[in-house]
Nanobody, 124 residues
Framework: QVPLVESGGGLVQAGGSLRLSCAASGRAFSNYNMAWFRQAPEKGREFVAAVKSNGDSTYYADSVKGRFTISRNNAKNTVYLQMNSLKPEDTAVYVC?????????????????WGRGTQVTVSS
């Protein structure tokens, strides 16, 4: 098990910024590729961004490319999501996830461990 705890969500106006954090427990964090997903009310869980275990590769959903940046600090067992130029349609619960093996996964079913999420609300 890899306990994951998200923080940093909140209410922000359109055009604003937020930085989400996901803290992991255990020594194996640096072995996992990590990702952020989001889930809006009455919608399925949507892939947002992923970062490789050593932090040297990332990929993004088209809807957030150029606005969001994923990064990680393995010394702190933490992955981040910097969100800029936020839009009302970014409103969702943001959840971090870990995958033991595989790179390029965008389906929730491919990920092994999940946090509980943090709410992000963007007002117009």
């Amino acid at each position: 098990q890899v306990p994951l705890v998200e923080s940093g969500g909140g209410l922000v106006q359109a055009g604003g910024s937020l930085r989400l954090s996901c803290a992991a427990s255990g020594r194996a964090f640096s072995n996992y590729n990590m990702a952020w997903f989001r889930q809006a009310p009455e919608k399925g869980r949507e892939f947002v961004a992923a970062v490789k275990s050593n932090g040297d590769s990332t990929y993004y959903a088209d809807s957030v490319k150029g606005r969001f940046t994923i990064s990680r600090n393995n010394a702190k067992n933490t992955v981040y999501l910097q969100m800029n130029s936020l839009k009302p349609e970014d409103t969702a619960v943001y959840v971090c996830a870990a995958i033991i093996q595989g790179w390029g996964a965008t389906l929730p079913s491919e990920y092994d461990y999940w946090g509980r999420g943090t709410q992000v609300t963007v007002s117009s």
